[in-house]
């Protein structure tokens, strides 16, 4: 997967626009068609996905908020993935509650891919020591911990801390 955004290197700033424009549009469908807060909200405002051709079109819809997401967590589910393909997740609860949200596990994969990618603009290889500032809560429930492991001995190199422990060992 690493090599899948080498193409975009080529590309005038034009079409790399219009691809941007065209997956904007193709995630807005996504959403109309596989959720039930988007289906009913899009309908609400006669708002159709595919002619959205800028930022104007956009401004039409409301932001999505934390009290949206928690109070309809269950219409933003994609009805398009099963239960093995989605991972819960959560915020580290910085304001004082945890902001839970899925992930599809594909989208994660290919994220991992892009930030490859994308480190290579600032000359990061693969192997290249870096520190990574996170509160560990993050990380505190991971469903696999052998591959978490697994994965942070070879890719990752994450040490973590917890910022909420004041001890000066």
């Not at 193409?7 to 790399?16: G, H, I, S």
């Not at 304001?95 to 992930?103: E, I, K």
């Given at each position: 997967?690493?090599?899948?955004?080498?193409?975009?290197?080529?590309?005038?700033?034009?079409?790399?626009?219009?691809?941007?424009?065209?997956?904007?549009?193709?995630?807005?469908?996504?959403?109309?068609?596989?959720?039930?807060?988007?289906?009913?909200?899009?309908?609400?405002?006669?708002?159709?996905?595919?002619?959205?051709d800028g930022p104007a079109a956009?401004?039409?819809?409301?932001?999505?908020?934390?009290?949206?997401?928690?109070?309809?967590?269950?219409?933003?589910?994609?009805?398009?993935?099963?239960?093995?393909?989605?991972?819960?997740?959560?915020?580290?609860?910085?304001?004082?509650?945890?902001?839970?949200?899925?992930?599809?596990?594909?989208?994660?994969?290919?994220?991992?891919?892009?930030?490859?990618y994308f480190d290579r603009w600032?000359d990061y290889r693969l192997g290249?020591?870096?520190?990574?500032?996170?509160?560990?809560?993050?990380?505190?429930?991971?469903?696999?911990?052998?591959?978490?492991?697994?994965?942070?001995?070879?890719?990752?190199?994450?040490?973590?801390?917890?910022?909420?422990?004041?001890?000066?060992?």
């Amino acid at each position: 997967d690493r090599g899948r955004f080498d193409y975009l290197d080529c590309l005038d700033p034009e079409k790399v626009e219009g691809l941007q424009w065209e997956g904007v549009r193709a995630i807005l469908g996504v959403a109309a068609t596989n959720t039930r807060y988007y289906a009913e909200l899009f309908r609400t405002l006669g708002f159709a996905p595919g002619e959205v051709d800028g930022p104007a079109a956009l401004r039409r819809l409301p932001p999505l908020t934390k009290e949206i997401i928690r109070e309809r967590f269950d219409d933003l589910r994609s009805s398009a993935l099963s239960e093995d393909e989605v991972l819960e997740a959560s915020t580290g609860g910085s304001t004082g509650v945890a902001m839970r949200f899925l992930r599809d596990r594909r989208c994660v994969r290919l994220r991992r891919a892009q930030e490859a990618y994308f480190d290579r603009w600032l000359d990061y290889r693969l192997g290249d020591k870096v520190a990574l500032f996170v509160s560990v809560s993050h990380y505190v429930n991971t469903t696999d911990r052998f591959k978490a492991r697994v994965r942070n001995a070879t890719l990752e190199r994450m040490l973590s801390f917890d910022p909420h422990e004041n001890d000066e060992r």
